[in-house]
């Protein structure tokens, strides 16, 4: 195990970058996945992994039977799967809504430079009563 | 301990979700974000004096001990940035008030500025190097949403550029975590502090210390990783442009700081290359960045370009390593989120009177506001470095860190790029506010006064304030630089901030 996982993470990472660097939208999201997927592995397989005791403790006991398996891994990734969770629900929706709007995935008609950058605020009318006055 | 640690996270926290709970009132929401960002302001106030008359403050959060809990730490350098960041929160809490509109204002504008804010505010305090990514990341989503909300076609494009390095920036933070644990077996940073130069393999230390240089340079817009800067912070309105420009970027140097002189010291790295790249990281970002501004005609996106050319100050600064150098560095990220943010502030209120950020097609605003000039020169004097402003005595204090420790060439370079501030500052005056009023110009330009009916004054009001800051930094800066000083001393020795966290060694 302790060395395959080290190996397999790298894989999975190299893939991801792989992906990332393709033109489509949804490629390089997948690859975003797939690294997110491999530092999590990369995450457990540096954490000292142990075949131990469940690290639990038994009624009556005040600490658990060692020698017992180390824990705090499994937070970490459980964190930073949430966490991953999170961003990567934005990042569809944000690419679902830039195909609606701008009506391609590929990256490199998606990004040709802004038109007027002023568009994203709004006039006020204020300015009228102001003028006025 | 001090349970006072909690507030800075705390208050943005119970603002956002008192602003989400009264969504459906546009009128309570702005009320409930300026007075949150009060009370955070307060906060800061009374954490500052703690900090500054006992020392570095300490909370086991869940009564923990370190290094098994997630413990919150207040040195000095944090104190300076989470009262920054809560003046900033009050600015651009103000500003917004006119200058985002009720559809943004519908969709939870202010609870995600505060949970910005205090994901901000979360980064700065954490001891736990695990806990600063969560913070990162809190603060990421927020900056997402506040970028793409309003679903515009250029802010779209600039949110999928900012969206997608920041995720893969956080990923390699991530790794740069895991490799640590793998090391130590510890991810309190004074823990990790104290075991980090016991770890035999002095490779693996320098090549994490390498990833975690690329995770926060991603952040903080270092060469060569900045691309996506410039191409993502023109693109939403102005209060959120400020606060990004202000603010995002330097909680990437806050954590190179932090990482650099805690972590992975001369001592835990066994050589000194890292701070050796820092060096040639800060100059090139320096100049690319300078040129960059040199070549954009686009109001903001000059600013963007200069963001990063001003990070390079503070990542020479860094590397110096020295007090004087470190000093520098934070008195140069205090001093540039207060220009950097006023001059992204004045631009909203010149495309408010002329509809456009467009160099070419402004005009004629030293003629009819006098007064929004003086404003803009003060900050783009503050910002290239002319005396009395608070620029002045930043870069003074860099250049004579760099003399002093002999780095001639590099210093030169700092006073070249000064010199390079000045001529786009110089470009943005003699276009927009020198050039004769355009002949397409809106209506109203040149009638509606900065103060009275048209309610620029609420615009102004933040503006004004930042100048008069800028000002008084300038003309009083001595007790400011006595407490970056302390900041750095403070950072240069870690035994103290290792004693605070674990207790007597």
């Not at chain 2, 500003?95 to 009720?102: A, N, P, Q, R």
Request: proline share 4%; with cysteine; aromatic share 12%.
């Amino acid at each position: 195990m302790d060395t395959i996982l080290p190996i397999i993470a790298g894989a999975i990472f190299a893939t991801g970058i792989y992906l990332l660097l393709r033109r489509s939208l949804i490629l390089t999201i997948i690859g975003i996945i797939l690294i997110s997927n491999s530092v999590n592995l990369a995450l457990f397989s540096l954490g000292r992994l142990t075949t131990e005791n469940p690290p639990l403790i038994k009624a009556g006991s005040l600490e658990p039977l060692a020698p017992f398996a180390n824990p705090l891994p499994q937070a970490l990734i459980l964190t930073a799967i949430v966490i991953g969770f999170g961003l990567l629900a934005f990042a569809l929706a944000l690419a679902y809504r830039s195909y609606r709007e701008l009506g391609t995935v590929d990256q490199d008609e998606l990004l040709q430079d802004a038109e007027d950058t002023a568009a994203a605020i709004v006039p006020r009318d204020d300015f009228k009563k102001g003028g006025d006055a | 301990m001090n349970g006072m640690l909690v507030l800075p996270v705390a208050i943005p926290l119970i603002t956002a979700t008192l602003g989400l709970l009264f969504r459906k009132s546009s009128q309570l929401q702005r009320w409930i974000g300026v007075l949150g960002a009060v009370a955070l302001l307060g906060s800061a106030v009374v954490l500052f004096r703690d900090v500054y008359a006992d020392g570095i403050q300490v909370l086991q959060l869940g009564n923990w001990a370190a290094p098994f809990g997630i413990t919150l730490v207040a040195d000095m350098l944090t104190m300076l940035m989470v009262g920054i960041s809560a003046i900033m929160g009050l600015i651009i809490a103000i500003y917004s008030l006119y200058d985002i509109d009720k559809e943004r204002e519908r969709f939870g504008y202010y609870p995600l500025l505060h949970i910005l804010i205090m994901g901000v505010n979360g980064s700065f305090l954490t001891g736990d190097i695990f806990n600063l990514y969560v913070w990162f990341e809190v603060m990421l989503i927020a900056s997402f949403i506040l970028l793409a909300l309003g679903n515009s076609k250029n802010q779209l494009q600039g949110a999928l550029k900012y969206v997608f390095i920041n995720l893969f920036s956080s990923l390699v933070f991530l790794f740069g975590v895991a490799l640590l644990y793998g090391m130590t077996g510890t991810l309190n940073m004074a823990d990790l502090a104290v075991r980090l130069p016991e770890v035999e393999n002095t490779g693996l230390v320098t090549t994490t210390a390498m990833i975690f240089m690329v995770a926060f340079g991603i952040k903080a817009a270092v060469f060569p990783l900045f691309f996506w800067l410039p191409a993502s912070y023109h693109t939403p309105p102005v209060a959120i442009s400020a606060i990004f420009g202000g603010l995002l970027t330097k909680v990437g140097v806050y954590a190179l700081i932090r990482v650099f002189t805690l972590l992975f010291t001369v001592e835990s790295a066994h050589n000194d290359y890292l701070h050796t790249i820092l060096l040639w990281v800060g100059g090139f970002t320096m100049v690319i960045g300078v040129l960059g501004a040199a070549s954009h005609m686009e109001f903001r996106k000059i600013l963007s370009f200069h963001i990063v050319s001003q990070i390079g100050y503070m990542i020479m600064g860094l590397a110096f390593n020295t007090a004087m150098g470190i000093m520098g560095a934070i008195f140069y990220v205090l001093h540039n989120i207060l220009a950097k943010s006023n001059l992204f502030l004045i631009s909203g209120v010149a495309q408010r009177l002329l509809g456009t950020f467009e160099l070419k097609k402004m005009g004629g605003l030293y003629k009819h506001y006098p007064f929004l000039a003086v404003l803009f020169l003060i900050s783009a004097f503050a910002l290239a470095g002319f005396p009395p402003l608070s620029g002045f005595w930043a870069k003074l204090s860099l250049v004579k860190a760099g003399l002093s420790i002999e780095q001639y060439v590099i210093t030169g370079v700092a006073i070249l790029v000064g010199l390079l501030t000045l001529f786009s500052m110089t470009k943005i005056w003699l276009t927009a506010f020198w050039s004769p009023v355009p002949d397409e110009k809106p209506e109203h330009f040149g009638k509606i006064p900065l103060f009275g009916a048209g309610k620029l004054y609420i615009l102004m009001i933040p503006v004004m304030i930042i100048a008069g800051l800028i000002i008084m930094v300038g003309l009083y800066a001595q007790p400011l630089l006595e407490l970056c000083m302390t900041a750095a001393e403070q950072l240069l020795d870690p035994s103290v901030y290792i004693e605070a966290v674990l207790g007597p060694q």
